[in-house]
């Protein structure tokens, strides 16, 4: 079993910046992928970014250039950074958890179980 806390979700104006964090614990072998994804009542959970064990990084086209994922391996956490926030990022954040390459919106392991991030206009 893998657990995820997720930390850093809140209310911030439209432009201003997060920091979410994720740390994963319990058996967390690498090689892992790990990401985010978000979900707004009455829509399917979107992905956002994610990073291979490698740190490869793929990101949604809705949130290139603006956000930018990364990974501390020793620690076991993995960090979004948002930037140039939009009404239209508001949403669940989830973090999520997967052995080797596994597809980002279904095929992940484990998940967290939300922030939720509130941009205001």
Same mark, same amino acid.
């Given at each position: 079993q893998?657990?995820?806390?997720?930390s850093g979700?809140g209310?911030?104006?439209?432009?201003?910046?997060? =920091?979410?964090?994720?740390a994963?614990?319990?058996?967390t072998?690498?090689?892992?992928?790990?990401?985010?994804? =978000?979900?707004?009542?009455?829509?399917e959970?979107?992905?956002?970014a994610g990073?291979?064990?490698?740190?490869?990084?793929?990101?949604?086209?809705?949130?290139?250039? =603006?956000?930018?994922?990364?990974?501390?391996?020793a620690?076991?956490?993995?960090y979004?950074?948002?930037?140039?926030?939009k009404?239209?990022d508001?949403a669940?954040?989830?973090?999520?958890?997967?052995?080797g390459?596994?597809a980002?919106?279904?095929g992940?392991?484990?998940?967290?179980?939300?922030?939720?991030?509130?941009?205001?206009?």
């Open positions: 893998v657990q995820l806390v997720e979700g209310l911030v104006q439209a432009g201003g910046s997060l =920091r979410l964090s994720c994963a614990s319990g058996r072998t690498s090689p892992y992928s790990m990401g985010w994804l =978000r979900q707004v009542p009455g829509k959970r979107e992905f956002v990073i291979r064990w490698s740190g490869t990084t793929y990101y949604a086209d809705s949130v290139k250039g =603006r956000f930018t994922i990364s990974r501390d391996n620690k076991n956490t993995v979004l950074q948002m930037n140039s926030l009404p239209e508001t669940d954040y989830y973090c999520a958890f997967g052995y390459t596994r980002w919106a279904h992940m392991d484990y998940w967290g179980k939300g922030t939720l991030v509130t941009v205001s206009s």
